[in-house]
């Protein structure tokens, strides 16, 4: 693989408290919530070359089916990066963890069949740039793979949401912002908005922030407009 120089710093992302949170949570949940499920769904059927943005600890590692070649997964943050590469070790594809930021994809364009974002789009600082280069990154016809929270539907969680993100919500959780709306950020990126379904974690009981979820597929135009 042929990295590229591009303007952000290696280690643009740095949130030691919430890597050591996620590191441990986000394997509970797996377990435990059901995210190990969705992650399955959303890697299903992947194949060729595929790039994965802010992979976190690798946990959609060991899910890649077996007709993806080669995953380059992408994470800035230090520590969550060497979880990474441990998990990389156990996945049954070729996993090769690499530092970078979203919004400057050290890629050739055009390099890969498939994308995955799992929880990520409401991290990263500039989503319409992080949403340009996935799709410079991505073949014609090429995939992008999402499961995300975002934007709740009913009033009353949006208002929430966006009084969360003004306040705590992002300084506690690594720069999440919980009222961003994915699908239409990825639809306004230029990409056509395949399959997709709404789901809530936790599927019953109360709704946090984050609750409101999608995952689904999205593809680059085989014509640029
Ligand atoms: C909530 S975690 C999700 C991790 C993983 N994708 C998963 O599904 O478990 C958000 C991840 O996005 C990463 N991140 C934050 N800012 C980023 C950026 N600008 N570009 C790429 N990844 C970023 C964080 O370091 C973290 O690993």
Partial sequence: ???????LPRDAVHHPVFARFYARMSVTADLRGGIAAYREELLSG????????GA???????????????????EPERSLRQLAVRS????????DVVPGAAEALPVKSEAFDGAVASLVLCTVRDLPRALAEIR??????????FFEHGLAPGRALAAAQRVADRTLWPLVFGGC???????AAIAAAGFEVGTYRRLRIPERGLQVPS???VLGVARKPFTED
């Fill in 56 to 74: 976190g600890n690798g946990l959609n590692f060991a899910r890649y089916p077996g007709a993806v070649s080669e995953v380059v997964a992408l």
């Fill in 46 to 53: 992947l194949s060729g070359r595929v790039i994965e943005i």
């Fill in 88 to 95: 990389a070790l156990r996945a049954e594809v070729p996993v």
């Fill in 1 to 7: 693989m042929q990295l590229r120089n591009r303007k």
């Fill in 136 to 145: 410079r990154v991505l073949r014609p016809g090429g995939e992008l793979r």
């Fill in 177 to 183: 912002h919980t009222a961003r709306d994915p699908l």
């Fill in 211 to 213: 609750s409101p979820c």
